[in-house]
Structures are given as structure tokens and as C-alpha cells.
């Protein structure tokens, strides 16, 4: 995606990922190549979150980018990962080559998170 000089943004109320073995991914956007969010603006947003299903994967925010003078925030209120085995993944963006982020902003926030199920993971960064 390029998003030079843009905006792209993601805004989700009360959302629920429940169903066993669900996967749902949320701003996975161009995971093999970078996303060029040079001087643009990136904003995921979910009001309220639950990932309850059995062996479940939510899956946000997650990609390679170039964020050079540019914002890139994921703010998420109230959060709970309570399925069986189940996996939250958030921000975890450029996991195989690194994130320029030379002037830019990168902003994730976590009002209210509960990670409670059964070998559940729960990863920020």
C-alpha cells in the first residue's frame, strides 16, 4: 500500500472473534511488501474487542512499513483475550525486516486488556 501523504484509518466498535479455531486479521495490509506511510497518517481503532473462541488468532495491525515522518497508531479500549489456547497479536508490525520509523510516530494503546484464557497469548509491541 502506499500511503505517502495519505491517511488510512480503521475504526471497529464491538467487535468479537468467537468461533473455534476463527482467525481474523484487522490492518494486515501488503505483509510481503513494505507499506510506504511516509508523511501519512494510519489510525486502528476497536472501541471493544473480545477474542473468545477456542484456538482462536486476532491478528491487528500487523505489516511492514515505512513510516518515515508519518503516524501510525493502534489504539484499542476495552480487550479481552479469553479463548482456549486462543492468540492476540497486536502492533507486531515488520516481524522479518525493520520498521523505518525515522520522524514518524507510532502510538499503540491499551485502555483495558485481560488476557484470561486457558494457555492464551497475548503479544504487544
Known amino acids: 500500500m502506499n500511503n505517502r501523504h495519505g491517511s488510512s484509518n480503521v475504526k471497529m466498535g464491538k467487535f468479537s472473534n468467537d468461533g473455534a479455531y476463527a482467525t481474523t486479521n484487522i490492518g494486515l495490509q501488503n505483509l510481503v511488501a513494505k507499506i510506504n506511510n511516509q508523511y501519512g497518517h494510519r489510525d486502528i481503532t476497536l472501541d471493544q474487542a473480545q477474542n473468545s473462541g477456542?484456538?482462536?488468532v486476532l491478528n491487528v495491525a500487523q505489516s511492514?512499513?515505512?513510516n518515515s515522518h508519518g503516524s501510525s497508531n493502534v489504539n484499542m479500549g476495552t480487550f479481552s483475550n479469553d479463548g482456549n489456547y486462543?492468540?492476540?497479536n497486536i502492533g507486531?508490525?515488520?516481524?522479518?525486516?525493520r520498521i523505518n520509523n525515522q520522524y514518524g510516530q507510532?502510538?499503540?494503546a491499551l485502555e483495558q486488556a485481560q488476557?484470561?484464557?486457558d494457555h492464551s497469548v497475548l503479544n504487544v509491541a
Open 115 to 117: 488476557n484470561s484464557g
Open 92 to 97: 507486531l508490525q515488520n516481524l522479518a525486516a
Open 86 to 88: 486462543a492468540v492476540t
Open 54 to 56: 477456542d484456538h482462536s
Open 106 to 108: 507510532r502510538n499503540i
Open 64 to 66: 511492514s512499513m515505512d
